[in-house]
């Protein structure tokens, strides 16, 4: 990122890269039109509608897990919204099938609970969400396939003489990998659901494909849709979130204070807990620009929070240059699961908006205020 760009903006303060996203987009859009396949932006790791106008001009909607994301994709994108849950609630059933095109169950008890209201809306496809009891993820807090996992049936639960009126198949089993492990993932699918599989009009692979990372092997993603594709005769959908805005967005944050207790602690105005919870929940360490591993340059540093949670953490990094208060940082890749899992804990304001594009230069599109914390508590 540009370093007067970054003089010039109020910490702290999430830029969404426009030039990069585009990029993303076209990556995805090669796959549509070498395959036929249909790819949706799913909402739950990144739903910054102010894009979406961009983002529908290359995929073909949004996959949502709620009723307000559904009505977030209806509204601002105006294109496909396919729904899935955990179980739906009874209050919100109505008005979610009013944004939805296709909606996805994830136990036959839900099907047989709202299939008499779906059929009044009988533009809607509906499916049931499998569960291969197959996942390469480490990670158990995002392993769907995980024991006692409450997504998605099982073989040895389904229910064959339960299908009417299902014509499609999801399963999700994938997180942050690449085709290689989709393709050990659809040998266990195919060999468990083939049989099912055959009488269904389409097929949805889910979310986890990291499609725009440098090293993702697009050969054996465009092979893997068009073997199902031709042997099936089924329509297939990917609903990736994080392969849309993967390398789009940057976090800058400016160093409050530097304090030391045993190893040198910046304290910043961006926080791990509130501004980027992934760093605490997968765990991870986010990149910065110009920052290397502990001890890799001269001064390195704690970086943590302003919030007084102990674990506000962010990591240990080194620098060419000690810090000091008033320095900005810029974290990398902040864009997917950041804005749509922040949080006001501790009351701290939640970090601009900023879009940026070459043509244009920066736009802030959302400043946070006293309100914003206000209103949501009572």
């Given amino acids: 990122m540009d370093e007067n760009l970054v003089k010039g ?72 919204v396919h729904v899935y849950a955990p179980a739906y609630i009874d ?21 047989q609970r709202f299939k008499n209201k779906v059929k009044h809306n009988s533009f809607i496809k509906c499916g049931i969400r499998i569960n291969p009891e197959y996942s390469e993820i480490e990670t158990p807090v995002y392993n ?37 492990t989709l393709e050990r993932t659809l040998k266990v699918v195919e060999s468990k659901f083939g049989e099912i599989i055959k009488s269904m009009n389409w097929l949805n692979f889910g979310g986890g494909h990291h499609i725009t990372r440098p090293d993702y092997d697009l050969e054996t993603l465009v092979r893997c849709i ?45 926080s791990a807990a509130c501004h980027m919870p ?37 990591g240990d990094y080194s620098f060419k240059e000690p810090l000091k208060a008033g320095d900005k940082l810029v974290f990398c890749d902040m864009a997917h699961y950041t804005m749509v899992k922040n949080n006001m804990f501790n009351g701290l304001n939640l970090p601009d908006i900023v879009l940026y594009n070459q043509r244009e230069g920066p736009r802030i599109i959302r400043r946070f205020n006293y309100d914003d914390f206000e209103n949501r508590l009572s």
């Fill in 278 to 314: 992934d760093v605490l929940e997968m765990p991870y360490r986010p990149d910065i620009i110009n920052a290397g591993m502990p001890n890799e340059y001269p001064f390195t540093y704690k970086l943590a929070g302003n919030t007084c949670l102990a674990g506000d953490v962010i």
């Fill in 144 to 180: 769907p396939c995980s024991k006692h996992s409450r997504l998605g049936v099982t073989l040895a639960n389904f229910k064959p003489e339960e299908l009417d009126g299902l014509d499609g198949l999801h399963f999700h089993t994938l997180c942050e990998q690449n085709s290689d």
């Fill in 9 to 80: 903006l109020r910490t702290p303060c999430y830029v969404i890269d426009e030039d990069l996203l585009l990029d993303n987009l076209k990556v995805l859009d090669t796959v549509q039109k070498r395959t036929g396949c249909k790819i949706l932006l799913a909402l739950k790791g990144f739903a910054l509608h102010a894009v979406f106008p961009l983002v529908g001009q290359y995929l073909q909607g949004v996959a949502a897990s709620s009723l307000f994301e559904a009505r977030l994709g209806f509204e601002k994108m105006g294109k496909e």
């Fill in 226 to 270: 068009g073997y199902f594709q031709d042997k099936y005769n089924v329509e297939i959908y990917l609903e990736p979130g994080e392969a849309v805005a993967l390398n789009t967005g940057f976090l800058v944050s400016k160093v409050l204070d530097v304090v030391d207790n045993g190893l040198k602690i910046a304290i910043m105005d961006a």
């Fill in 91 to 111: 209050e919100e059933i109505d008005e979610l099938l009013e944004y939805c095109d296709h909606i996805v169950f994830n136990s036959f008890a839900q099907w």
